[in-house]
């Protein structure tokens, strides 16, 4: 078997996604999810131009091989353009391989190491009772873990809490809007919001909550310590990833668990996270990290420590992200938790796929290969249109991590 072609698919059904198809003289076919929000041209590029060409005619069976080739032998290594076209590769041929073996990935990886993937879902609202509100809807939906996200009173846009009622998508068409921050009223409210979820619906729920790269070392250590008495499940993005040594100030600080890299990229980016015991979960994905090769050699890396996984989730990474990132939770050993953002409508009719949700856990549905499959008519009834994250700058008008 040998690859035959490959393409690149880039649709908009809802939010912008870069799907790689690569297709064998087989006749065999697997996709892989390349979508990088806000620089999703740049991947495509990079896969189109650059690595499609390379693999052609290689034996798709060869995925470690072929990972090696397309990061060590491209010189440039790492980065989010160059890890999510690797990833995109990466993911597609071990859909090739599950389908020409009749098995799905996870059978690949090492079997089922667990009946279901476990899953947290996000709950927010522009007050405290509203995020209480929604915590019970999702509870009623059978969640068992929520992410909890409030407004915070004096600021008019909040990370994490939608705007008019509308399911939560960060990315906005158009160039970036800007947001007014202030790290003190969040600092003094976050607790206040934690008392009353707790108070409300008691121990058994395991609580999220994401600070999203906002504050300095000793500000996290603070809110971490505040925290402790409602038993986080984990504080999540505390500071910015890039200066892992921060990290050790809130540990020496707090007790409340720590989890941290969804824009992080390469094993490199936390061995020393890892390594020091600065965390408790890594947030790395299969598209922004290379596919199932490398974030394997994480997760192993990291059992050694003590550390776990908690693959991000957000709606923008597709359905073929989401099926791959099931398949791995099922496999590994040191699994956490999975996020959970339910896709659209018309992002699920463009990406048909065979898992489900039932009573707080994710299944990856038992199909040869990821179990998901792209209808490319519909999806060209659905172009690209340019999208942004926000830009955050605090009260003064300083440009901060958004």
Not at 41 to 64: G, K, N
Not at 166 to 172: D, G, S, T
Not at 285 to 312: P, S
Request: aromatic share 10%; proline share 6%; net charge negative.
């Amino acid at each position: 078997m040998k690859i035959a072609k490959a393409s690149v698919n880039i649709c908009s059904p809802g939010r912008n996604f870069v799907t790689l198809k690569i297709e064998t003289d087989e006749g065999i076919y697997g996709l892989g999810d390349g979508t990088l929000n806000g620089r999703e041209l740049a991947v495509a590029s990079y896969l189109s131009e650059h690595v499609i060409p390379c693999i052609l005619h290689r034996d798709p069976f060869q995925t470690e091989d072929i990972w090696q080739y397309l990061y060590r032998g491209a010189y440039w290594r790492r980065g989010p353009v160059t890890m999510s076209a690797i990833a995109a590769v990466d993911m597609a041929l071990w859909d090739i391989k599950g389908k020409a073996l009749s098995t799905p990935v996870y059978n690949l990886l090492g079997g089922r190491s667990r009946d279901g993937v476990l899953v947290y879902a996000h709950a927010h609202g522009a007050g405290i009772d509203e995020a209480c509100d929604d915590v019970a809807r999702h509870l009623a939906m059978g969640y068992k873990a929520i992410r909890v996200q409030s407004g915070i009173p004096g600021l008019d846009a909040t990370y994490g809490v939608p705007k008019g009622g509308q399911p939560y998508e960060p990315a906005e068409r158009g160039l970036p809007s800007e947001s007014r921050w202030s790290t003190e009223k969040y600092l003094n409210h976050v607790p206040k919001l934690f008392a009353r979820v707790r108070e409300q619906f008691g121990d058994d729920l395991h609580l999220l909550h994401d600070c999203h790269h906002r504050l300095s070392p000793i500000e996290a250590a603070r809110l971490g310590r505040e925290l402790e008495p409602f038993h986080l499940f984990w504080m999540e993005d505390p500071i910015s990833a890039e200066f892992q040594e921060g990290f050790r100030v809130i540990r020496e600080h707090t007790t409340t668990p720590i989890a941290t890299g969804e824009v992080l990229n390469s094993i490199w980016d936390v061995h020393e996270l890892i390594r020091n015991q600065w965390i408790d979960y890594t947030r790395l994905t299969l598209t922004h990290a290379g596919g199932f090769t490398a974030l394997k050699k994480i997760a192993d890396f990291a059992g050694l420590y003590h550390v776990r996984t908690g693959c991000h989730g957000p709606t923008d990474l597709s359905p073929v992200c989401m099926a791959a990132a099931l398949h791995f939770d099922l496999a590994i050993h040191n699994f956490g938790i999975q996020e959970h953002m339910p896709h659209g409508k018309e992002t699920d009719e463009v990406f048909p796929h065979s898992y489900r949700f039932e009573d707080g856990y994710m299944f990856p549905g038992d199909a040869p290969g990821l179990g998901v499959d792209l209808d490319e008519k519909l999806a060209a009834k659905f172009p690209y249109q340019r999208a942004y994250l926000p830009v955050l700058r605090k009260l003064d008008g300083t440009l901060w991590d958004w």
